[in-house]
């Protein structure tokens, strides 16, 4: 059953069945085939903090959250069109910008061909500064949101279908800020658990996306918007436990790894764009 969410966030639930979270998505790769003890030990870990957050959140536990529950949202809403006109800058080299599991490996398990791109602004304490450079407004606006953890632009070209799957951690909450929303709308959206959610231009959802979620574009023009990880609000002790986690996370593989492969793709594409701007003077 598929329930309709509006430019606000807002749904309706049929029934009173409760929505839950899962470990694994069914039919996706695991990331990790044989992990090593330690490995294992910190999946423990991540399991046990993951069983607090549901209990000790301050802002329940819905797939999809209603943007008053954030007062910030609204404020962001506001600014939209200066993001927008950054990002517009940005698409004039949209060919040359990276897939998004070239700087982030674990996506290789739901994306392998190069139509989810993505412009990297911060992730987990490491940042881009050379692409905050090029979007300063952006940079500005989204420091209003608390415990920012990462900020970029998803961009969905035409036909990309992203497979069911949930992310690695419930300790954060998706923000998602429609900047070029293409028609039908119809034939572009995102599900969250049973939930149905259509992004519309200057328009913000806030999800969890420890839930079951795919997204697609069947239409034939880009689709992009500010993608952007917060803290989730929490009581004590999951909101100890939840800073520890997502402040040891710059350690693991995964985020260094993307950032090795990012500062590899900065530095080829700002030296193209130098030797443009010297060439034509």
């Given amino acids: 059953m598929n329930v309709s969410v509006g430019n606000h966030g807002t749904a309706t639930h049929p029934g009173q069945i409760k929505p839950k979270q899962t470990i694994v998505t069914e039919g996706i790769d695991p990331t990790l085939d044989r992990p090593s003890a330690v490995t294992r030990f910190f999946m423990r870990i991540v399991a046990g903090a993951e069983r607090l957050n549901l209990r000790y959140s301050k802002v329940g536990n819905p797939p999809v959250y209603d943007n008053a529950t954030f007062p910030w949202v609204a404020e962001i809403e506001r600014e939209w069109h200066l993001i927008r006109s950054e990002l517009d800058r940005v698409l004039l080299r949209q060919s040359e910008l990276p897939s998004f599991q070239e700087i982030a490996s674990d996506v290789k398990t739901i994306s392998k061909d190069n139509h ?4 990297f602004l911060t992730g987990y304490g490491v940042s881009s500064d050379r692409n905050i450079a090029q979007c300063p407004e952006t940079w ?10 990462t900020a970029m632009f998803s961009i969905f ?44 231009e200057g328009k913000a959802l806030v999800f969890d996306d420890a839930y079951e979620h795919e997204a697609w574009n069947h239409t034939d023009k880009t689709r992009v918007v500010l993608f952007v990880d917060f803290v989730k609000p929490l ?6 436990v939840n800073w520890l986690l997502l402040n040891l996370a710059v350690f693991t593989p995964f985020i260094r790894e993307g950032q090795d492969a990012h500062k590899e793709w900065e530095k080829k594409f700002y030296a193209q764009a130098e030797a443009l701007r010297n060439h034509k003077a």
């Fill in 235 to 240: 009581r004590f002790p999951a909101k100890l």
């Fill in 140 to 149: 500005r606006i989204v420091q209003k949101i608390p415990g920012l953890k």
């Fill in 116 to 119: 989810w791109k993505t412009f």
């Fill in 157 to 200: 070209e035409p036909g990309k279908h992203l497979a069911p799957h949930r992310g690695p951690y419930n300790g954060v909450l998706r923000l998602h800020v429609g900047l070029l929303v293409p028609e039908p709308r119809d034939q572009l959206a995102i599900r969250v658990d049973k939930q149905i959610c259509h992004w519309s």
